[in-house]
Every structure is written in structure tokens, then in C-alpha cells.
């Protein structure tokens, strides 16, 4: 449950409002990788930033229902088999790992155009793994670090010492 | 062309200026509030003049338009992030500085 005293507002509709542009600009720059800054790990890191952001503003049970941890630990293994799935098949086809231009011919492309597709589809799957991974990895550290997701337990012990030693 | 030059040369360092003054103030406030309200009014002003300073000096494109964005969301963010960390300073029992009690 969410304490009604670190509700605030003004940060849950600023975050309602920010979180699907940050997600937008997530898949640009997963998807923009190969022109400029970025790619499959940036983008990935983006995404779980605003997973955090959710998590932070609204809390650990809000988090969870848009993510569970298990779907998370589904889409980090689901990533690594995109990424190994890819390279593994251009192994089949006689190419080396990752050997894109292998694919050329199953997906009836030019080979530039397969090497493209094919750094898109691995970046795809990094940018899935690392969400997954980085979310997960934040949200077992919230949970273990109070035993029941109150994560403002600690606040609370701050408070008291404060005002008593401004109190003197 | 040089006047675009010119322009944008002074906004840029207008913008340099209160960044200045930002960091001078997260140096120099004698607590939390006081910094945080150096560095969100300042930091939020000086990106505003710098974008539109780059925006200037680049002309009407889609890099502008990149720019442009930046000083939006970052007129969103920095003052909330703001709100979020005094609101939080505060319920965390810190007192304001004052001036009688040091």
C-alpha cells in the first residue's frame, strides 16, 4: 500500500505525464543506434529508468503491477535468446557468430540491408535484457532492504533523530 | 550570418553566466533549500538561453527541433525534481536556515 503521506501530486502527474515520452525516446535511441549515440544497451537502460521512475513516484506495489518480477525475469531470458537466437542462426546458415550477411537470403534482402536489420534485431534483444535485468536488480534491493517493500522505514528512524537533536 | 553569430554568441554566454551563478550558489547556500533554490531556478534558465543559443546559431532544422525538446522536458523535470527533494527534505523533519539559529 501506497502511505497517503509521500503521495504527492505534483510528481505523479508530472511522471503520468513524462514516463511514455521517455519510453518513445527509449526506442529512438534503441532504434537510432547505428547513426548516433546509443543503441541496444542505452535504450534498455532508458526503459528500466522509467520503470524506476513509476516505482519511485508511485511505489513498489504500482511498479510491480505494470512489471512482476518474474515477466521481468521471462524478458531478460527472453533478450539473451533473441541475441544468442540471431547469432546462432547466421552459425547455422555457414556464417560465422553474428554473421549477418548470412541472413541476407532469408529475409530476400541486400546484404547491407541484412547487416542493418540484423544489429537492429540483436540491439532488440540487448535493450530487452538489460531492462529486465536492471529493474529486476533494483527492485530486489528495494525488497530486501526492508523486508516488505516499505522502502520510507528508514526515512521514518531520520525523522525522529532529526528533530530531537534539533530540538537542543 | 554574423549577426546570427553575434546573437547566438550572447545568449550562450547569458546562459554560461547563470550556470555560473548556479554552481556558485550549490557551493555557497548555507543548507538544502537554499541550494536547491539556487540550482533549479538557475540551471533551468541557463539550458532555456543556452538551446536557444545552439537553436540560433544552427538555423531552423530537425537538430533544432532536438534542441528544442531538450528545453522542454527539461522545464518539466528540473522543477519538479526540485519540488519532489525539498518536499522530501522537509518531511524528513530538516529545518530551514535561519538566520538567529545557525
Not at chain 1, 70 to 79: K, N, Q
Not at chain 2, 13 to 39: K, V
Not at chain 2, 64 to 93: C, D, E, M, Q
Request: charged share 15%; proline share 3%; hydrophobic share 50%.
Amino acid at each position: 500500500m501506497l502511505r497517503s503521506r509521500y503521495q504527492d501530486i505534483i510528481a505523479q502527474t508530472i511522471v503520468r505525464i513524462m514516463v511514455p515520452f521517455v519510453q518513445i525516446y527509449a526506442l529512438y535511441v534503441l532504434a537510432h543506434g547505428h547513426y548516433s549515440p546509443g543503441g541496444g544497451f542505452q535504450g534498455g537502460v532508458i526503459l528500466a529508468a522509467s520503470l524506476v521512475l513509476i516505482f519511485l513516484v508511485y511505489g513498489y506495489e504500482n511498479a510491480l503491477e505494470r512489471l512482476k518480477l518474474a515477466t521481468a525475469g521471462r524478458l531478460c531470458s527472453l533478450g539473451v535468446l533473441i541475441y544468442a537466437g540471431i547469432g546462432f542462426l547466421c552459425l547455422l546458415l555457414g556464417g560465422n557468430f553474428l554473421d549477418y550477411s548470412r541472413l541476407a537470403p532469408i529475409f530476400q534482402v541486400s546484404l547491407p540491408r541484412a547487416r542493418s536489420l540484423g544489429i537492429l534485431g540483436i540491439e532488440t534483444g540487448v535493450a530487452l535484457a538489460v531492462m529486465a535485468a536492471m529493474y529486476s536488480i533494483i527492485m530486489d534491493i528495494v525488497n530486501s532492504d526492508t523486508g516488505n517493500g516499505e522502502s520510507h522505514a528508514a526515512g521514518h528512524e531520520i525523522e525522529n533523530g532529526e528533530t530531537s537533536s534539533d530540538g537542543k | 550570418m554574423v549577426i546570427r553569430d553575434i546573437i547566438a554568441m550572447i545568449l550562450i554566454l547569458i546562459g554560461c553566466f547563470f550556470f555560473l551563478t548556479s554552481a556558485i550558489g550549490l557551493l555557497r547556500f548555507p543548507d538544502m533549500f537554499t541550494r536547491m533554490h539556487a540550482t533549479g531556478k538557475c540551471d533551468t534558465l541557463a539550458v532555456l538561453l543556452v538551446m536557444t543559443g545552439l537553436i540560433v546559431h544552427h538555423g531552423i532544422n530537425l537538430d533544432s527541433f532536438k534542441l528544442l525538446l531538450i528545453v522542454v522536458f527539461i522545464y518539466i523535470a528540473n522543477p519538479t525534481a526540485t519540488h519532489v527533494l525539498s518536499r522530501a527534505a522537509y518531511r524528513l523533519g530538516m529545518q530551514p536556515w535561519t538566520k538567529d539559529k545557525k
